[in-house]
């Protein structure tokens, strides 16, 4: 099944440019270079096929994915999509201050936590069954406070942060795909006080 994809794709629609602003359709847009479903979508990016129709109907709405066909699997018919690039730039004659794109991106970043740390439940009460029936579910969390006063200094913060952690995974990498696979989590937000006023 051949269908073109662009290698570029200039976003000149405010809708499409606030889409590719979303963490998640982001990253589904990043799997559908190839065609394919909802369901292998969320195997890919450890989400429920649900929430990845979801998204994919709104990014099919703005011109970013389209469908392609669908196919049988066993009882069910399969839509499959595929993004309409392989690359996005966002244009400058969209002519947005750069305060705007910002607070999108930081609204997109707090929409991501709260799916991320859903994703985290979901992921712990299921291992927490399989702790149940006498097998031992080894994991780890750290929880650390640092003080982050400007913005430069918060961007530096996570460049530093994203980099040492890439680092400390590549030193784990392994090419056996019969070996335990971790799923690593980054956070990064404002301490909220309390009444839930941030700080």
């Given at each position: 099944m051949e269908h073109e994809i662009q290698e570029t794709c200039y976003v000149e629609s405010p809708e499409q440019a606030t889409a590719l602003l979303n963490p998640i359709r982001a990253e589904i847009l990043s799997k559908l270079t190839e065609p394919a479903s909802a369901t292998e979508v969320a195997r890919m990016i450890n989400e429920t096929p649900q929430r990845v129709n979801y998204h994919l109907k709104a990014l099919e709405k703005v011109g970013l994915a389209r469908r392609i066909g669908t196919r049988q699997v066993r009882n069910l018919v399969e839509v499959l999509y595929q993004s309409i690039a392989r690359t996005f730039v966002i244009s400058e004659l969209l002519g947005w201050h750069p305060e705007t794109v910002q607070r999108?991106?930081?609204?997109?970043?707090?929409?991501?936590?709260?799916?991320?740390?859903?994703?985290?439940?979901?992921?712990?009460?299921?291992?927490?069954?399989?702790?149940?029936?006498?097998?031992?579910?080894?994991?780890?969390?750290?929880?650390?406070?640092?003080?982050?006063?400007?913005?430069?200094?918060?961007?530096?913060?996570?460049?530093?942060?994203?980099?040492?952690?890439?680092?400390?995974?590549?030193?784990?990498?392994?090419?056996?795909?019969?070996?335990?696979?971790?799923?690593?989590?980054?956070?990064?937000?404002?301490?909220?006080?309390?009444?839930?006023?941030?700080?």
């Open positions: 999108i991106k930081d609204q997109s970043s707090l929409s991501h936590l709260i799916s991320t740390s859903d994703r985290i439940k979901r992921d712990a009460l299921m291992l927490m069954d399989h702790s149940e029936q006498s097998e031992q579910i080894p994991s780890a969390t750290l929880t650390m406070k640092v003080q982050l006063e400007s913005e430069e200094r918060r961007k530096q913060f996570v460049q530093d942060y994203v980099q040492a952690v890439q680092a400390l995974v590549a030193n784990y990498q392994s090419s056996n795909a019969d070996d335990d696979t971790y799923n690593v989590i980054l956070a990064i937000y404002p301490e909220c006080g309390q009444g839930g006023d941030s700080k």
